[in-house]
């Protein structure tokens, strides 16, 4: 049930295409994000790299990860109304749905730092650093194997 079948016809496989591609630039945010607060971690709040990683946070919420995340979500949709919510698309939908959840935890974590708080150990921040990859994993393996 790859195209022609649903609502979005032979448009489907373009609408696949460019949800992969903004499913790798969230992701890459996703990644870098909780990355970049490892770093910053040890930075001196009001200093002028403290400064420098708020602004790189910033600039990585606006650029890549909100957008990436609501064209993710958006095509997501259509096509899963497309497909008819299959059991496995469901497990795929409540993965990604903790893992916007994360990304909001990270987002409001980096305006955290940039008020000179820092609310986590850095090894806390490291071990939610893997948070990305497991779900990556879980999602890869629903979308893949389809089970039901």
């Not at 400064?51 to 910033?58: D, S």
Request: glycine share 10%; net charge positive; charged share 15%.
């Amino acid at each position: 049930m790859d195209a022609a079948s649903g609502w979005l016809g032979n448009a489907y496989p373009w609408v696949k295409a460019v949800h992969v591609i903004f499913v790798i630039f969230w992701m890459a945010g996703l990644f870098m994000l909780p990355r970049f607060l490892v770093y910053w971690h040890p930075v001196l709040p009001g200093s002028t790299e403290d400064a420098l990683w708020a602004e790189r946070c910033v600039r990585l919420r606006r650029i890549i990860l909100t957008p990436g995340s609501f064209i993710v979500w958006g095509l997501g949709l259509a096509m899963a109304t497309d497909l008819g919510f299959p059991g496995w698309l469901i497990g795929k939908i409540i993965v990604v749905t903790a893992l916007t959840g994360y990304h909001g935890w990270a987002v409001g974590t980096s305006r955290k730092f940039a008020r000179g708080e820092r609310p986590y150990a850095e090894r806390t921040l490291r071990l939610a650093n893997e948070i990305p990859s497991l779900a990556t994993i879980v999602i890869v393996l629903l979308v893949i194997l389809k089970p039901s």
